[in-house]
């Protein structure tokens, strides 16, 4: 199988290098030489029309900035930490157990957190039990 637009190229109907859409002129060779039984990689007929066959798209990754919770050599920042503890864990009266590494009201990790009162987050409804770990 080859690929249609070299196909076109050795007819001498499509120069080499270009780039597009196909004439009808190209079209209706490409469709006489599918009829004839001639087979291309990225071409085919659908329906009595020429038709490009789909190629899956190659995959994209997309690099996602996230902010951390964790605060980056807090020694070298000069900063002393506040409590012992580094976590804290919520238990909601489902049984569902949450642990956070950050107060959600100041976005400081629990060991810099610098709030008088550190209490469980607004989000979460029905707290059983609450605790620094």
């Not at 690929?3 to 009808?24: D, N, P, T, W």
């Not at 066959?53 to 690099?63: E, F, G, H, N, S």
């Not at 642990?99 to 209490?119: A, E, K, M, V, W």
Request: charged residues 30%; hydrophobic residues 40%.
């Amino acid at each position: 199988m080859t690929k249609a637009r070299e196909y076109l190229i050795e007819k001498g109907i499509v120069e080499a290098g270009s780039r597009g859409r196909l004439s009808l002129e190209a079209q209706l060779t490409l469709k006489l030489a599918i009829l004839e039984g001639v087979r291309f990689d990225d071409y085919n007929l659908v329906d009595g029309k020429v038709t490009k066959m789909d190629v899956p798209a190659p995959v994209k990754l997309k690099a996602v900035k996230t902010k951390s919770s964790v605060m980056q050599a807090p020694v070298a920042m000069g900063r002393k930490p506040v409590r012992d503890k580094t976590q804290m864990r919520i238990v909601d009266k489902q049984g569902i157990s949450t642990t956070l590494d950050y107060h959600p009201d100041c976005g400081q990790s629990i060991q810099f957190c610098r709030c008088t009162s550190l209490n469980a987050p607004s989000w979460i409804i029905d707290v059983e039990k609450f605790e620094l770990i």
